[in-house]
Protein backbone atom coordinates (compact mmCIF):
# COMPACT_ATOMS: atom_id res chain seq x y z
CA UNK A 1 0.00 0.00 0.00
CA UNK A 2 1.17 3.69 -0.36
CA UNK A 3 2.99 4.95 2.12
CA UNK A 4 2.08 7.74 5.07
CA UNK A 5 4.08 11.31 4.10
CA UNK A 6 5.15 13.46 6.97
CA UNK A 7 3.21 16.30 7.91
CA UNK A 8 4.39 19.39 6.76
CA UNK A 9 7.36 21.19 8.93
CA UNK A 10 5.94 24.94 9.75
CA UNK A 11 7.30 28.09 10.41
CA UNK A 12 5.53 30.74 12.36
CA UNK A 13 6.82 34.46 11.67
CA UNK A 14 5.91 38.12 12.35
CA UNK A 15 4.55 40.16 9.97
CA UNK A 16 7.42 42.60 8.74
CA UNK A 17 10.45 40.15 9.87
CA UNK A 18 12.37 38.33 7.02
CA UNK A 19 11.49 34.43 6.57
CA UNK A 20 13.65 32.16 5.57
CA UNK A 21 12.79 28.58 4.19
CA UNK A 22 15.36 25.65 3.53
CA UNK A 23 15.16 22.84 0.91
CA UNK A 24 18.01 19.99 0.65
CA UNK A 25 17.91 18.62 -2.80
CA UNK A 26 19.09 14.89 -3.30
CA UNK A 27 20.39 14.70 -6.65
CA UNK A 28 23.96 16.70 -7.09
CA UNK A 29 22.98 16.52 -11.50
CA UNK A 30 20.07 19.03 -10.70
CA UNK A 31 20.67 21.89 -12.94
CA UNK A 32 17.06 23.35 -12.59
CA UNK A 33 15.73 24.51 -9.51
CA UNK A 34 12.07 26.13 -8.31
CA UNK A 35 10.47 27.83 -5.58
CA UNK A 36 6.25 27.31 -5.62
CA UNK A 37 3.72 28.85 -3.23
CA UNK A 38 0.82 27.05 -2.84
CA UNK A 39 -2.10 28.73 -1.19
CA UNK A 40 -4.86 26.69 0.32
CA UNK A 41 -7.26 24.63 -2.18
CA UNK A 42 -5.31 26.55 -5.12
CA UNK A 43 -2.29 24.82 -7.43
CA UNK A 44 0.89 26.00 -6.86
CA UNK A 45 2.30 29.38 -8.55
CA UNK A 46 6.04 29.56 -9.54
CA UNK A 47 8.09 32.33 -7.88
CA UNK A 48 11.58 32.17 -8.52
CA UNK A 49 13.76 29.92 -10.37
CA UNK A 50 17.70 29.11 -10.64
CA UNK A 51 19.43 28.10 -12.51
CA UNK A 52 23.18 25.98 -11.08
CA UNK A 53 25.48 28.48 -12.81
CA UNK A 54 23.83 30.67 -10.25
CA UNK A 55 24.12 30.93 -6.73
CA UNK A 56 21.87 33.94 -5.94
CA UNK A 57 18.92 35.40 -7.68
CA UNK A 58 17.05 38.08 -6.74
CA UNK A 59 13.11 38.67 -7.19
CA UNK A 60 10.32 41.19 -6.24
CA UNK A 61 10.70 40.56 -1.82
CA UNK A 62 12.03 37.20 -2.93
CA UNK A 63 15.55 35.76 -3.30
CA UNK A 64 16.77 32.12 -3.86
CA UNK A 65 20.51 31.04 -2.86
CA UNK A 66 21.90 27.67 -4.36
CA UNK A 67 24.82 25.83 -1.87
CA UNK A 68 25.63 23.23 -4.85
CA UNK A 69 28.52 21.88 -2.48
CA UNK A 70 26.35 20.98 0.17
CA UNK A 71 22.74 20.70 -2.39
CA UNK A 72 21.19 23.27 -0.59
CA UNK A 73 18.59 25.54 -2.08
CA UNK A 74 16.98 28.29 0.51
CA UNK A 75 13.90 31.32 -0.19
CA UNK A 76 14.32 34.40 1.97
CA UNK A 77 10.96 36.39 1.92
CA UNK A 78 11.36 40.28 3.18
CA UNK A 79 9.36 41.29 5.06
CA UNK A 80 6.76 38.88 5.62
CA UNK A 81 3.08 40.15 4.72
CA UNK A 82 -0.01 38.03 5.98
CA UNK A 83 -0.50 37.26 1.77
CA UNK A 84 2.64 35.26 2.21
CA UNK A 85 0.87 32.86 4.25
CA UNK A 86 0.84 29.60 2.55
CA UNK A 87 2.84 26.10 1.47
CA UNK A 88 5.94 26.44 0.02
CA UNK A 89 7.89 24.26 -2.56
CA UNK A 90 11.28 23.47 -4.17
CA UNK A 91 11.45 21.36 -6.99
CA UNK A 92 14.16 19.75 -8.94
CA UNK A 93 15.05 18.44 -12.26
CA UNK A 94 17.19 15.54 -11.20
CA UNK A 95 19.17 16.49 -14.95
CA UNK A 96 18.91 18.44 -17.79
CA UNK A 97 15.57 16.84 -19.59
CA UNK A 98 14.13 15.33 -16.71
CA UNK A 99 11.10 16.29 -15.36
CA UNK A 100 10.82 17.64 -11.58
CA UNK A 101 10.57 16.64 -8.66
CA UNK A 102 9.23 18.50 -5.59
CA UNK A 103 10.34 18.61 -2.18
CA UNK A 104 7.90 17.82 0.60
CA UNK A 105 7.08 21.59 1.78
CA UNK A 106 6.95 23.82 4.05
CA UNK A 107 3.92 25.71 5.77
CA UNK A 108 4.57 29.40 6.61
CA UNK A 109 2.28 31.02 8.87
CA UNK A 110 2.72 35.14 9.36
CA UNK A 111 1.62 36.28 12.48
CA UNK A 112 -0.05 39.97 12.93
CA UNK B 1 -6.64 34.05 -21.65
CA UNK B 2 -4.27 31.07 -21.63
CA UNK B 3 -3.56 28.39 -18.74
CA UNK B 4 -4.25 25.72 -17.87
CA UNK B 5 -8.26 24.23 -16.90
CA UNK B 6 -8.98 21.19 -14.54
CA UNK B 7 -12.49 20.58 -14.11
CA UNK B 8 -14.55 19.83 -11.59
CA UNK B 9 -13.12 21.87 -8.71
CA UNK B 10 -14.95 19.52 -6.50
CA UNK B 11 -16.06 15.45 -7.32
CA UNK B 12 -18.00 13.09 -5.42
CA UNK B 13 -18.13 9.65 -6.02
CA UNK B 14 -19.50 6.45 -4.51
CA UNK B 15 -16.89 3.67 -4.08
CA UNK B 16 -15.65 1.48 -6.59
CA UNK B 17 -17.07 3.61 -9.35
CA UNK B 18 -14.23 4.58 -11.97
CA UNK B 19 -14.36 8.59 -12.39
CA UNK B 20 -11.95 10.95 -14.74
CA UNK B 21 -10.92 14.12 -14.32
CA UNK B 22 -10.43 16.64 -17.17
CA UNK B 23 -6.93 19.06 -17.83
CA UNK B 24 -6.79 21.27 -20.30
CA UNK B 25 -4.09 23.66 -21.49
CA UNK B 26 -3.37 26.27 -24.09
CA UNK B 27 -0.60 27.12 -24.26
CA UNK B 28 0.96 25.35 -26.36
CA UNK B 29 2.79 22.99 -24.00
CA UNK B 30 4.32 19.67 -25.00
CA UNK B 31 4.42 17.92 -21.09
CA UNK B 32 1.67 17.45 -19.04
CA UNK B 33 1.77 15.95 -15.81
CA UNK B 34 -0.57 14.30 -12.96
CA UNK B 35 0.40 14.86 -8.77
CA UNK B 36 -1.84 13.86 -5.58
CA UNK B 37 -1.75 16.07 -3.01
CA UNK B 38 -3.05 14.23 0.54
CA UNK B 39 -3.50 16.91 3.47
CA UNK B 40 -0.97 18.42 4.96
CA UNK B 41 1.77 16.39 2.51
CA UNK B 42 3.78 17.69 -0.43
CA UNK B 43 3.24 16.47 -4.01
CA UNK B 44 3.12 13.03 -5.81
CA UNK B 45 3.73 12.34 -9.38
CA UNK B 46 0.74 10.01 -10.75
CA UNK B 47 1.62 9.94 -14.55
CA UNK B 48 3.12 12.54 -17.14
CA UNK B 49 3.23 12.74 -21.02
CA UNK B 50 6.17 14.48 -22.34
CA UNK B 51 4.88 14.04 -25.90
CA UNK B 52 0.76 13.36 -27.50
CA UNK B 53 0.62 9.61 -27.56
CA UNK B 54 3.31 9.09 -25.01
CA UNK B 55 2.96 9.04 -21.35
CA UNK B 56 5.33 7.25 -18.54
CA UNK B 57 4.45 6.21 -15.08
CA UNK B 58 5.56 8.68 -11.77
CA UNK B 59 5.36 6.94 -8.63
CA UNK B 60 2.39 6.35 -7.49
CA UNK B 61 0.65 4.95 -10.68
CA UNK B 62 -1.42 2.39 -9.20
CA UNK B 63 -5.44 2.64 -9.63
CA UNK B 64 -4.87 5.20 -11.96
CA UNK B 65 -4.65 5.45 -15.99
CA UNK B 66 -4.17 8.36 -17.98
CA UNK B 67 -4.43 9.27 -22.13
CA UNK B 68 -3.03 11.57 -24.35
CA UNK B 69 -4.86 11.82 -27.51
CA UNK B 70 -4.55 15.55 -27.99
CA UNK B 71 -1.82 17.82 -27.16
CA UNK B 72 -3.70 20.12 -25.19
CA UNK B 73 -5.80 17.42 -23.38
CA UNK B 74 -4.68 15.21 -20.37
CA UNK B 75 -7.42 13.31 -18.56
CA UNK B 76 -6.87 11.11 -15.50
CA UNK B 77 -9.09 8.51 -14.19
CA UNK B 78 -9.31 6.66 -10.99
CA UNK B 79 -10.02 3.52 -10.82
CA UNK B 80 -11.79 1.11 -8.59
CA UNK B 81 -8.27 -0.19 -8.18
CA UNK B 82 -6.96 2.44 -6.54
CA UNK B 83 -7.94 2.04 -2.53
CA UNK B 84 -7.65 5.26 -0.97
CA UNK B 85 -8.98 7.90 -3.91
CA UNK B 86 -9.94 10.32 -1.70
CA UNK B 87 -7.09 13.62 -2.29
CA UNK B 88 -6.62 16.73 -3.96
CA UNK B 89 -5.29 16.34 -7.53
CA UNK B 90 -3.52 18.87 -9.67
CA UNK B 91 -2.69 18.93 -13.05
CA UNK B 92 0.31 20.56 -14.82
CA UNK B 93 2.10 21.71 -17.88
CA UNK B 94 5.17 22.52 -19.20
CA UNK B 95 6.90 23.71 -22.68
CA UNK B 96 8.89 20.09 -21.98
CA UNK B 97 10.48 18.36 -19.19
CA UNK B 98 12.79 20.29 -16.84
CA UNK B 99 11.02 23.76 -17.31
CA UNK B 100 8.50 25.38 -14.94
CA UNK B 101 5.54 23.86 -14.66
CA UNK B 102 2.50 25.49 -14.79
CA UNK B 103 -0.27 24.35 -13.02
CA UNK B 104 -4.17 24.05 -12.52
CA UNK B 105 -6.33 24.95 -9.54
CA UNK B 106 -6.86 21.36 -8.73
CA UNK B 107 -9.88 19.16 -8.20
CA UNK B 108 -10.87 17.74 -4.64
CA UNK B 109 -12.24 13.87 -5.03
CA UNK B 110 -13.90 12.56 -2.41
CA UNK B 111 -15.28 9.02 -2.83
CA UNK B 112 -17.54 7.79 0.10
Known amino acids: GESVGLHLPTLSVQEGDNSIINCAYS??????FIWYKQESGKGPQFIID?????DKRQGQRVTVLLNKTVKHLSLQIAATQPGDSAVYFC???????????FGGGTRVLVKP | DGGITQSPKYLFRKEGQNVTLSCEQN?????MYWYRQDPGQGLRLIYY???????QKGDIAEGYSVSREKKESFPLTVTSAQKNPTAFYLC???????????FGQGTRLTVV
Open chain 2, 92 to 102: ASSIRESTEAF
Open chain 1, 27 to 32: NSASDY
Open chain 1, 50 to 54: IRSNM
Open chain 1, 91 to 101: AENGAAGNKLT
Open chain 2, 27 to 31: LNHDA
Open chain 2, 49 to 55: SQIVNDF
